[in-house]
T-cell receptor, first 113, second 115 residues
């Protein structure tokens, strides 16, 4: 079992719709959860972080965390063509050695006109 | 403020050769991480520096990989000798504090191709 699992997609949604991206993780000790967006050939860019159960909203983005179910999701409202990218879910926990991120393989999102 | 920079952006070498990748973190960031993405796989952690000290090398594949961060500023990752399976994109990230909530900022990556 992978430590962080995501559906690779592609997930296609029409412009203006809500895109829902999901991620599950296996390490119950994980405490921090991140969503990175990566355009082709570019660096991963942090768009949301969440640390507590529940929802966290930032503009068109909402992250949802359920630690009991080991599940984290990202909702993108009013999807735009510029949202087309790969979305990477990452988790971390602080250990004696540092704060390394464990990534999923990413979900490719395509927002169609 | 300049972001994380990496050099070169692309490198094509033959099996058995040596390659050195460089990362310049954001100024003032004590934490520097190296990650690698092999084709079709997820981004995987390689190692973590705090200033010039290696805090966690658990992700380094083998002793053909050597990372340094002299003076606690930029870092280099040397692969010697390179093998075919070393091909991938090598990312560097930096962060300011060593806490779980700290944001890691990624560089654009170095695409390494070993022929």
């Amino acid at each position: 079992q992978k430590e962080v699992e995501q559906n690779s997609g592609p997930l296609s949604v029409p412009e203006g719709a809500i895109a829902s991206l999901n991620c599950t993780y296996s390490d119950r000790v994980s405490q921090s959860f991140f969503w990175y967006r990566q355009y082709s050939g570019k660096s991963p860019e942090l768009i949301m972080s969440i640390y507590s159960n529940g929802d966290k909203e930032d503009g068109r983005f909402t992250a949802q965390l359920n630690k009991a179910s080991q599940y984290v999701s990202l909702l993108i409202r009013d999807s735009q063509p510029s949202d087309s990218a790969t979305y990477l879910c990452a988790v971390s926990r602080l250990t004696g050695g540092g704060n390394k991120l464990t990534f999923g393989t990413g979900t490719q999102l395509k927002v169609e006109l | 403020e300049a972001g994380v920079t990496q050099f070169p952006s692309h490198s094509v070498i033959e099996k058995g050769q040596t390659v050195t990748l460089r990362c310049d973190p954001i100024s003032g960031h004590d934490n520097l991480y190296w990650y690698r993405r092999v084709m079709g796989k997820e981004i995987k952690f390689l190692l973590h520096f705090v200033k010039e000290s290696k805090q966690d090398e658990s992700g380094m594949p083998n002793n053909r990989f050597l990372a340094e961060r002299t003076g606690g500023t930029y870092s280099t990752l040397k692969v010697q000798p390179a093998e075919l399976e070393d091909s991938g994109v090598y990312f560097c990230a930096s962060s300011q504090r060593r806490v779980e909530t700290d944001t890691q900022y990624f560089g654009p990556g170095t695409r390494l191709t070993v022929l």
